[in-house]
């Protein structure tokens, strides 16, 4: 995942539901309306801790990246973005070429992150 990173801007960090000192929380996000995360198989429930990125490249074209910061549990998530329309571009982790959504691409596993282009 890094060759696709070190060409992005970031253009904000979220953190929940814990915010560090200059952190800032995840409301004041510029795309995403809402982002669930859920651990359904783990008793009792355990509470996601998670970060997220948003990045621009040089054209401006918006980009995502979610890192589970839980470093014991699997989570899958639900990302809603503000804009209707868009869709997830996920950028492979392995080659870093962009790959359509599907499956079973709504889960991070400990301290796992994933980077998508929104368009």
Same mark, same amino acid.
């Given at each position: 995942m890094v060759p696709p990173l070190i060409q992005l801007r970031?253009? &904000?960090?979220?953190? %929940?539901?814990?915010?560090?000192? =200059?952190? =800032? $929380?995840i409301f004041q996000r510029r795309l995403i309306k809402d982002i669930q995360m859920a651990? $359904?198989?783990?008793?009792p429930p355990v509470q996601a801790h998670f970060l997220v990125g948003e990045l621009e490249d040089?054209?401006?074209?918006?980009?995502?990246?979610?890192v589970n910061k839980d470093l014991n549990h699997s %989570?899958? %998530?639900?990302?809603?973005? @503000?804009? @209707?329309?868009?869709?997830? #571009?996920?950028i492979s982790p392995y080659s870093a070429r962009e790959e359509p959504v599907g499956g079973e691409m709504d889960w991070?596993?400990? &301290?796992? &992150? #994933?980077?998508?282009?929104?368009e």
């Amino acid at each position: 995942m890094v060759p696709p990173l070190i060409q992005l801007r970031s253009t &904000g960090v979220y953190h %929940f539901p814990d915010v560090p000192p =200059q952190g =800032q $929380p995840i409301f004041q996000r510029r795309l995403i309306k809402d982002i669930q995360m859920a651990a $359904p198989d783990i008793r009792p429930p355990v509470q996601a801790h998670f970060l997220v990125g948003e990045l621009e490249d040089r054209l401006g074209r918006p980009y995502l990246v979610v890192v589970n910061k839980d470093l014991n549990h699997s %989570f899958n %998530f639900r990302i809603d973005l @503000k804009q @209707k329309g868009r869709k997830f #571009i996920r950028i492979s982790p392995y080659s870093a070429r962009e790959e359509p959504v599907g499956g079973e691409m709504d889960w991070l596993a400990p &301290g796992a &992150g #994933i980077l998508w282009r929104v368009e």
